[in-house]
């Protein structure tokens, strides 16, 4: 029995089974560089869904959780810590000041910060009944059952009704369907700048223009979820400098700790003293662990102009692509990048043959291949994979 056989028997005996894996386990990294159970090496073009922007065992974030494992771990909330604020401070120079965090454990927690904030705000200022949230067919937000709720994906939603009340969804990037379901119990619009697990779809700059607007006129919060897209990943810092559209609320997670679970919800000042202390908490929130590794992936990212870095390289990765026989579109931002495959391939055998061929991709739709490297990707890397999908395509 090879050591893979082994582990797939023991996840299979001991795992509840929520996820359809691939055949590989990873059990080291190294930069945009991965090794499975059977010491076969891989060219990550995946991030772990975004979250390595820095790459595997980066040597500074590496030192900084060393040195905190032996310095201090954990600590309640219901004391300060030394690190947690200094994050905060750092995520709201990136912001553009004038706002405050609170910090979580993943996406979906900051999702659901920025909900319970935005009806807390809405009620406070709009009366009882606006606690309403619109989203967007085609986001992701979250598999918690409010973060569900706000997921414009029914497929997901159908097996866990009843999901709580309050949320509906709208065609994305279709102003007049905003429009339409705009009313006074709307608390927020809660937004993807570039919608990831729905397929890599950028929103137009002018549709998030039109809803800045919109929330401005029916005073109603725009909450951008840049989970997947925040921190230098489409080539800003946040997705939604792009479209130069300023929003009350972000939520990121993924790429804050680069691979050390951490999610924020950052809001206007004013919109944040909607909560009173007692009205949210976790109990790892912002602990000095987490906290650490965020400090120093924040560092690096500022050092390295990762941003700057994602939009070079995310050029030279899309014009390489646009080349490859198969290939029949390339789109998204900077480093979050969808390539839609010439019918008849099928994205999830591609992605399986690429495996193979020691290039890890996902199928973000059935025609559709997600390239999300860590943002230090060298050139040779992009060119390396680009002739590993070329490959796996013929
Ligand atoms: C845009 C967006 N929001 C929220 C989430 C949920 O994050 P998590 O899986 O950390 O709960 C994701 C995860 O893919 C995401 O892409």
Request: aromatic share 6%; net charge negative; charged share 20%.
């Amino acid at each position: 029995m090879s050591a893979f056989d082994e582990l797939q028997r023991l996840d299979a005996e001991n795992v509840m089974q929520t996820y359809g894996r691939l055949p590989v386990a990873f059990v080291r990294g190294e930069g945009t560089k991965l090794w499975d159970s059977e010491d076969n090496e891989y060219l990550d073009f995946l991030s772990g869904l975004a979250v390595t922007s820095l790459g595997h065992a980066h040597p500074d974030v590496a030192a900084a959780l060393a040195d905190q494992a032996r310095t201090l771990l954990h600590v309640s909330n219901l004391y300060y810590n030394d690190l947690q604020p200094r994050v905060a401070q750092r995520l709201n120079a990136l912001l553009g000041g004038g706002g405050r965090a609170f910090f979580c454990n993943s996406g979906a927690e900051a999702n659901e910060c920025a909900i319970k904030l935005a009806r807390r705000y809405g009620q406070r200022n709009g009366g009882p009944e606006r606690f309403h949230v619109i989203s967007a067919y085609g986001s992701f937000h979250g598999r918690t059952l409010t973060t569900l709720a706000a997921t414009g994906q029914p497929q997901k939603q159908e097996t866990f009704q009843p999901l709580p009340e309050g949320f509906r969804q709208v065609a994305f990037d279709d102003l007049d369907a905003l429009a339409g379901a705009m009313d006074d119990r709307v608390a927020a619009v809660l937004l993807e700048p570039v919608q990831g697990e729905g397929g890599v779809n950028p929103a137009s700059t002018e549709y998030l223009h039109g809803v800045r607007e919109l929330c401005d006129e029916r005073e109603a919060l725009l909450i951008m979820d840049e989970v997947q897209t925040g921190l230098g990943r489409t080539g800003k810092w946040f997705g939604f400098e792009h479209s130069g559209v300023r929003p009350d609320v972000v939520t990121l997670a993924k790429a804050l700790g680069n691979g050390v679970p951490i999610g924020a919800c950052w809001a206007r000042a004013d919109v944040a003293a909607a909560f009173q202390p007692g009205d949210h908490a976790t109990t790892f929130g912002g602990q000095p662990l987490a906290a650490r590794a965020a400090l120093a992936t924040l560092e690096v990212m500022e050092r390295e102009n990762i941003p700057a870095r994602a939009a070079r390289a995310g050029d030279r990765l899309t014009e390489a692509l646009a080349k490859v026989d198969g290939v029949a579109d390339v789109r998204g931002a900077g480093l979050l990048i969808a390539a839609e495959l010439a019918p008849p391939h099928d994205a999830k055998q591609v992605a399986q043959t690429c495996l193979e061929r020691g290039l890890v991709l996902n199928a973000v739709t059935p025609t559709a291949l997600r390239l999300a490297p860590p943002l230090l990707v060298t050139d040779a890397e992009i060119d390396d994979a680009v002739a590993r999908l070329a490959g796996a395509l013929q």
